[in-house]
């Protein structure tokens, strides 16, 4: 028993240290975001500030937990984003706690196998394929109609909710959470691939898009389509945790083009208005 409570405390401290580092992107380690979020929740969330606030907040907003500090987060990485692009140098990346909490608990799962660490990193692994479905409505549907990108974060959230609760308390059904994940997966696939050949033409970055939702598909035949270990070491799930890190590096560098895409058409209109 002793020792159990030893590891359990030991693996509390590592998530502790690995929540620090996942709130640690280059942009939320700038000074000048942090100084930019404290004077906006100083200015916007106390007192008759943060009443007006909430008065003037859209109901879908408000049911999906969008709070004043988000909206001041929000604000301060455009302004950090802005500043970086006048100096010449690359945007920074802000807010990068659910991919790397998967890779955490993916982690910790393979060192240490048991049922907590387990049902983490399924959990995970369900969140970042929610995640990547939730920004590919925002991408294509949220920046003309946040309301129905807001309405669709709370259903997937309550998805993920419902998922999780029954993973937890009815029964860890192995066949029930894989078919979950490769149906929202290929529902991610097709979404993203739509709006790529779509905008293939007028946005040219949105090729490395393509073949990262691609690469990914053929890539999960490696978790469908299991075989013994390659010298007895690299299983089919270890090479697939492989090959998937150049796929995160070329998607990233697609939200970076595309991030300043929407960048300078927001100036545009700026400029015209």
Known sequence: MAGRTAWLLQLLLLLAGAAALASGSQGDREPMYRDCVLRCEERNCSGGALRHFRSRQPIY???AGWTCRDDC????MWVTVGLYLQEGHTVPQFHGKVSLNAWFWSTVFHTRDTDLTEKMDYFCASTVILHSIYLCCVRTVGLQRPAVASAFRALLLLMLTVHVSYLSLVRFDYGYNLAANVAIGLVNAAW??????????RLPHVR????????LQGLSLLELLDFPPLFWVLDAHAIWHISTIPVHILFFSFLEDDSLYLLKESEAKVKLD
Request: a positive charge; aromatic letters at 16%; one cysteine or more.
């Open 192 to 201: 993203w691939l739509a709006w790529c050949l779509w905008n293939r033409r």
């Open 208 to 215: 490395k898009c393509m073949v990262v939702v691609l690469l």
């Open 61 to 63: 907003m408000s049911l």
């Open 73 to 76: 987060k929000y604000e301060c």
